[in-house]
């Protein structure tokens, strides 16, 4: 069914369902229950299904308009800026189903609400605590706790639009702009989740970055990315506490992946993938892509890929993200606009565009260190 007939439909159904309820129960119930009719048409957001409305969409196409239009001024996270739009809390929450659908991060990592707060990571091996006789007071067990501090940086994505193309935007407009919104989040989210503080400008320390978590250094000989074999994996595997093996997953760059997995031993290969099928998962998003010992491969484009392939070089992890990773976001997402903007040197106001900057605070951090471990290549 098209969209605008299928909102044509939508409005019908919720205008005539207003008025029936209204005589019979009045009008505040009649509000409710409409209302109750629109949330019942959201989809399950964790199969990665669509989850926003075509009104919600709407309301977001019209804001833009009127945003171009110089007609909006809405809320602002500074002051004494101008011609802002704080996004709708449907929306933010829409572009980051579509990050937690089109990146690892985003899906994996434990969440948290922050404005610079601190947590306590654990650096010990395992927490046992200790029994307490009747007449004998505890014992402190928490001397391995230390801190993660969440301390939120600023993330933006910068997109051009032409004013002709915002005059006339519609619902696909819509869902393309938190498309490309959403992918260049959880790219960056995946990039600081995995390799973090390895790179210039990057304001996070990620999993290959840490200094607290574990580096496997392959057997000697096995200098090259597609020396990793069962037996770096097993070792992998064993580094992990039992408690973090139920999540856990290996994660190459796509063009390791695509040399390891084709690795032979006489006519057979070492990683024969008999049991993938088991490991995919319903709905869309990110879907393993192989299969280790039992546990599940995915790809990433952040990690290093086999051209950078190298003695005494980390290329790969094994870990539970959910354990070993955590996101902090702090406040909603915004959007500023400028139609004298230069972005990668086009200037928008030669080109008759209108610059949308969405911007997102957020923070990554290492949660639990011996929840991953990190693929090294041998030094000869």
């Known amino acids: 069914m098209p969209d605008e007939l299928k909102r044509e439909l939508f409005d019908h159904v919720d205008a005539s369902i207003k008025q029936n309820i209204s005589e019979l ?24 299904r669509e989850s926003l409305s075509a009104e919600a969409k709407n309301l977001l196409v019209e804001d833009i308009k009127r945003i171009a239009a110089g007609e909006k001024a809405a809320y602002l996270t500074v002051n004494d800026q101008t011609g802002g739009y704080l996004v709708p809390v449907e929306v933010h929450n ?63 994505n910068i997109v051009r639009l032409s004013n002709k193309l915002i005059k006339k935007a519609n619902v696909n407009v819509a869902e393309w702009l938190m498309a490309i919104v959403a992918e260049g989040l959880s790219y960056k989210l995946d990039r600081e989740g995995f390799v973090g503080g390895t790179y210039a400008g990057s304001p996070f320390v990620g999993i290959l970055g840490s200094d607290d978590v574990s580096v496997q250094t392959m057997l000697s000989g096995k200098d090259a990315f597609d020396d990793f074999d069962l037996e770096e994996a097993s070792i992998a595997i064993g580094a992990l506490p039992e408690a973090a093996l139920g999540d856990a997953a290996f994660y190459f760059n796509r063009t390791v992946w695509a040399r390891i997995r084709i690795k032979k031993s006489g006519d057979n290969y070492v990683f024969g993938q008999s049991n993938l099928a088991s490991l995919k998962k319903d709905g869309n998003g990110l879907q393993a892509v192989g299969e280790i010992l039992g546990f599940p ?64 605070n957020h923070a990554v951090t290492i949660l639990l260190p011996d929840a991953s471990v990190v693929l090294k290549t041998a030094a000869n």
């Open 94 to 156: 829409e572009i980051l189903r579509i990050a937690a659908v089109t990146g690892i991060v985003a899906r994996d990592a434990r969440r948290f609400g922050i404005s610079d707060v601190e947590i306590p990571i654990y650096t010990g091996a395992v927490m046992q605590g200790s029994y307490v006789g009747e007449d004998s007071a505890g014992t402190e067990s928490q001397e391995d706790l230390g801190v993660a501090k969440l301390v939120s940086a600023e993330w933006m």
């Open 297 to 360: 491969v995915y790809t990433t484009d952040v990690l290093p890929t086999f051209s950078s392939s190298a003695a005494s070089t980390k290329f790969g992890v094994f870990g539970n993200l959910k354990m070993g990773l955590g996101i902090g976001e702090d406040g909603p997402m915004s959007v500023l606009r400028s139609e004298n903007a230069v972005v990668n040197g086009v200037s928008t106001f030669e080109r008759n565009q209108t610059a949308m900057r969405f911007t997102h």
């Open 25 to 48: 129960a009045g009008p505040v119930l009649a509000e409710k229950v409409a209302e109750m009719v629109k949330a019942a048409r959201s989809a399950d957001v964790v199969e990665g």
